[in-house]
């Protein structure tokens, strides 16, 4: 039986998305669990960064318990599950506790989401809750003022780690595509976007909604050269038709 799952009981553990950077593009409903709930949650970086934080600061109060969990940037996924796992206990405590906690996740949690590795250790055991956020490529095309999709167009998601030939195979079939974590990749990127001829329906995104945003839609200006994490290309199909 779930340890918080009785009737009434308001003890719950959250995953809110804050959306992709502007702090006005929260809901209602995630601003109201933010300031209802006594532990705040979320992922920093070994300075104490944190993205989801700094999205949903003004809804953080002096009277909110903080609960960093410090992810080292690692390409061992064994350094991640041990995070998750010690964080999933931390959490577990303040549940116990009767503390409803809150993970802040940047855009959607369950979209790319790190929520996603916390919910599959604690769902089982306690009450969880997702409030949906606006997930990136939302946020992206919004910028752009450029739809993701129309008619009959199919849009797929790829993360920029993926293999080449995965990369290809999206970008050569389907119209609208958008590659996430273009950060480290974004150079490999570049070339596949030339190699599959799109690089002319390509736009970069950086920083979507926050004061350091950066947007180039013509991507023969970017820099060929590694880009931050919270980076992602858009590539939309150049067949539109227009309706008059
Ligand atoms: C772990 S995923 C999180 C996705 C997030 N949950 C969402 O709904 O968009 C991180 C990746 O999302 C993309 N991303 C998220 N927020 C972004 C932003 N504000 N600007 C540009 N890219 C962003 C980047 O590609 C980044 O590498």
Redesign the pocket.
Known sequence: MKATAIENDPVCFYGV?VG??DPELITLKAARIIESSEVICYLANKEGHS?SKGIAHVHIHSTHIELPIYMPMSDDPTVGSAVYDEAAMAIGNYLMQGKSVVFL?????L????FSYLLERLAEHYTCEVIP?????N??SARLQKPLTMLKESFAVIS?RHTDSHIVHTLNNFESVVI????RNRVRILNLLKETNREADAHY??????DN?KIIEDISLLEKEAGP????FVVLSNKRQRHD
């Open positions: 998305g992709p950077g993205q996740c940047e855009g959607d949690p979209f790319f989401g790190s956020g606006i997930a990136s490529p946020g992206a920029g996430m974590k273009a950060g995104l950086e920083y979507i909604g926050r945003e994490y919270f980076s992602l």
